[in-house]
């Protein structure tokens, strides 16, 4: 993937000057090769002068993403300036003491340093990625640091964002409102355009000759699946328009992704739906949110960051009927009917997450637009189950009110049939019906959810942290009541 940041990871040791510098040197030296893949800086930190010749060093190395390790206790204000001073995110972490035999002379007192340090980045208002447990041994370090790569990829990323917009949010979804203030107070940056600015620059590409090698190029794709192969050329002239677009209006910024009104109008004047180019999009990294959905296109972004994978957009759609549940999924799982429901979209789901992929056609808008003909403008749809396995369901959205708030649930995508169209699955969320109730609803969160396929809730949650997000929530288990839940119930 090229749109998103490649990580290079930074050490940098500091030492309370009461301390022997030796002993953080050493501990340095040993979570460095315990970890491998890092710039260890050799400059070790006591004052502010060695923090500027270390600052100096990592970025002459192309350094991107910092570790700060406490050999020993530390200098509290030049230890967190590097955090301050620093372009990119920052990890801070702290040894523990070897051996019984070494607690005179060899004893670094980091766990204590690591309070003073956290006070010291509360006075200054710095963020940083602290872990769970931030004291260990240099190979409990190392994998410290294998946490924060995927954290800092999606810090990174966001930090160097464009979202690029066409179009308002159709008339019967203001839930998917974009307050924009929240995307610079974060380090966004966002174009906003028409949707005539899209037409003028899709019609300019007409005969484009580079047409014919993406038709190639997604017929080798859809395979068998390869229906309707009469709509390709307009949906490869659409996602050269997108890629051109990308290139040209990146500006200062390293990262594009897109969100875009994709009906009513859409159909009737491009000739097609753009599901199909969106999942390209996606699985190159490039997230295109469906309905001008821009706080949809940045958790996309975000968990494409996190995992390294595509991942899609979908509705929290529609009820499992009783009588599949009954057949399908009671017995074989220990899942209730409320944990579970269908996520779904037209057809925007990257095709290596679907079974059987096909190009098809949007049938609700063939209702409205082409109730007694063959489809043809509402041709564009890339269809299939959404194969099973784990994932993780969550969003971050701007509030009407101000501020951030996010959630996170992990589940599952059943091995059951759909019986119905789209990008679709069965999706399983333990405590669902409450999580429904009591986050989707109670917190009004829009209908849109981001889907990254695996388990990705701590990297999410140490991402939505580092960027201030007032309020994560997750499905809580039925021991834990939601603040909103009736406890007479």
């Given at each position: 993937m090229n749109n998103i940041p490649k990580v290079k990871l930074g050490l940098i040791s500091v030492s309370r000057d009461c301390f022997p510098a030796s002993l953080s040197e050493s501990r340095r030296a040993a979570v460095a090769k315990a970890y491998g893949d890092i710039y260890e800086c050799k400059v070790?930190?006591?004052?502010?002068?060695?923090?500027?010749?270390?600052?100096?060093?990592?970025?002459?190395?192309?350094?991107?993403?910092?570790?700060?390790?406490?050999?020993?206790?530390?200098?509290?204000?030049?230890?967190?300036?590097?955090?301050?001073?620093?372009?990119?995110?920052?990890?801070?972490?702290?040894?523990?003491?070897?051996?019984?035999?070494?607690?005179?002379?060899?004893?670094?007192?980091?766990?204590?340093?690591?309070?003073?340090?956290?006070?010291?980045?509360?006075?200054?208002?710095?963020?940083?990625?602290?872990?769970?447990y931030p004291v260990g041994t240099a190979k409990d370090i190392a994998g410290m640091i294998a946490e924060f790569v995927p954290?800092?990829?999606?810090?990174?990323?966001?930090?160097?964002?464009?979202?690029?917009?066409?179009?308002?949010?159709?008339?019967?979804?203001?839930?998917?409102?974009?307050?924009?203030?929240?995307?610079?107070?974060?380090?966004?940056?966002?174009?906003?355009?028409?949707?005539?600015?899209?037409?003028?620059?899709?019609?300019?590409?007409?005969?484009?000759?580079?047409?014919?090698?993406?038709?190639?190029?997604?017929?080798?794709?859809?395979?068998?699946?390869?229906?309707?192969?009469?709509?390709?050329?307009?949906l490869a002239q659409f996602e050269l328009t997108l890629m051109d677009w990308a290139e040209a209006n990146k500006g200062s910024r390293e990262y594009v992704v897109f969100a875009s009104k994709c009906w009513p109008a859409f159909q009737t004047e491009f000739g097609f739906v753009p599901c199909y180019v969106n999942s390209r999009l996606a699985s190159r990294g490039i997230p295109?949110?469906?309905?001008?959905?821009?706080?949809?296109?940045?958790?996309?972004?975000?968990?494409?960051?996190?995992?390294?994978?595509?991942?899609?957009?979908?509705?929290?759609?529609?009820?499992?009927?009783?009588?599949?549940?009954?057949?399908?999924?009671?017995?074989?799982t220990a899942y209730t009917h409320r944990d579970v429901f269908m996520g779904f979209h037209c057809g925007n789901t990257p095709i290596c997450h679907l079974k059987d992929a096909e190009l098809s056609y949007q049938r609700i808008m063939k209702r409205l637009l082409e109730p007694d003909s063959e489809p043809d403008i509402t041709r564009g749809t890339l269809e299939g189950d959404i194969k099973e396995g784990k994932i993780t369901f969550y969003r971050v959205q701007g509030a009407a009110e101000g501020g951030l708030t996010a959630y996170i649930a992990h589940g599952e995508v059943l091995p059951v049939a759909t019986r119905s169209f789209g990008g679709i699955g069965v999706f399983a969320i333990p405590e669902m019906g409450r999580f429904y109730r009591h986050v989707l609803i109670a917190d009004r969160y829009?209908?849109?959810?981001?889907?990254?396929?695996?388990?990705?809730?701590?990297?999410?949650?140490?991402?939505?942290?580092?960027?201030?997000?007032?309020?994560?929530?997750?499905?809580?288990?039925?021991?834990?009541?939601?603040?909103?839940?009736?406890?007479?119930?």
């Open positions: 070790t930190v006591e004052n502010e002068t060695d923090m500027l010749k270390a600052l100096e060093d990592v970025n002459k190395a192309g350094v991107n993403a910092l570790v700060v390790f406490l050999g020993n206790f530390g200098p509290e204000t030049p230890e967190v300036m590097l955090a301050q001073k620093f372009d990119g995110p920052t990890m801070f972490a702290a040894a523990a003491e070897e051996s019984g035999d070494t607690l005179v002379d060899g004893r670094g007192d980091a766990y204590c340093g690591m309070l003073n340090c956290s006070y010291n980045l509360g006075l200054r208002n710095i963020k940083a990625f602290i872990p769970e954290v800092a990829r999606a810090l990174i990323g966001v930090s160097k964002l464009k979202i690029i917009t066409f179009g308002p949010r159709p008339q019967d979804f203001l839930a998917c409102n974009a307050p924009i203030k929240q995307l610079f107070d974060i380090g966004v940056e966002i174009q906003e355009n028409s949707e005539l600015d899209l037409l003028v620059a899709f019609n300019a590409r007409k005969g484009d000759p580079r047409i014919q090698g993406v038709i190639d190029d997604m017929t080798a794709e859809l395979g068998k699946g390869c229906n309707m192969a009469g709509v390709l050329p307009r295109v949110a469906c309905e001008t959905d821009i706080y949809g296109a940045l958790s996309e972004y975000i968990g494409t960051c996190v995992t390294g994978q595509p991942v899609t957009l979908l509705d929290i759609n529609n009820s499992v009927p009783a009588d599949m549940y009954e057949s399908e999924v009671k017995g074989k829009p209908h849109h959810g981001a889907v990254a396929f695996g388990h990705a809730g701590k990297a999410l949650f140490d991402v939505f942290t580092y960027l201030g997000v007032g309020k994560i929530s997750c499905n809580q288990p039925a021991s834990l009541p939601y603040r909103t839940e009736n406890p007479f119930s």
